[in-house]
Nanobody, 122 residues
Framework: QVQLRESGGGLVQAGGSLRLSCAASGRIFSNYVMAWFRQAPKKEREIVAHITWSGSNTVYAESVKGRFAFSRDMAKNTGYLQMNSLKPEDTAVYYC???????????????WGQGTQVTVSS
């Protein structure tokens, strides 16, 4: 059983930065995948980035490529999403999630955090 807790959201002006953290309790195996999803009001949940826990593969959505960076600290069992050059369209609730294999499909992810709000003002 894995429990996830996000932190680091908040209000920031366009062009600013935030770093989200996802602290996990329980065992995350090296082949597991951690992902960040986001959901804006009246929109479907979309994947932002995902990383294999071993760190061998990180994939970003086109909309955040070059601006966001996903890293993880295996010793702390924590994933981080560094978000730079934020835009108003990045405003959403951000969720971290864990799956047993690589996928962009949210239904594959069986562990989810409670979400953290990110608001980017123009």
């Amino acid at each position: 059983q894995v429990q996830l807790r996000e932190s680091g959201g908040g209000l920031v002006q366009a062009g600013g930065s935030l770093r989200l953290s996802c602290a996990a309790s329980g065992r995350i195996f090296s082949n597991y995948v951690m992902a960040w999803f986001r959901q804006a009001p009246k929109k479907e949940r979309e994947i932002v980035a995902h990383i294999t826990w071993s760190g061998s593969n990180t994939v970003y959505a086109e909309s955040v490529k070059g601006r966001f960076a996903f890293s993880r600290d295996m010793a702390k069992n924590t994933g981080y999403l560094q978000m730079n050059s934020l835009k108003p369209e990045d405003t959403a609730v951000y969720y971290c999630a864990v799956a047993p294999f690589l996928s962009t499909n949210p239904t594959v992810y069986n562990y989810w955090g409670q979400g953290t709000q990110v608001t980017v003002s123009s």
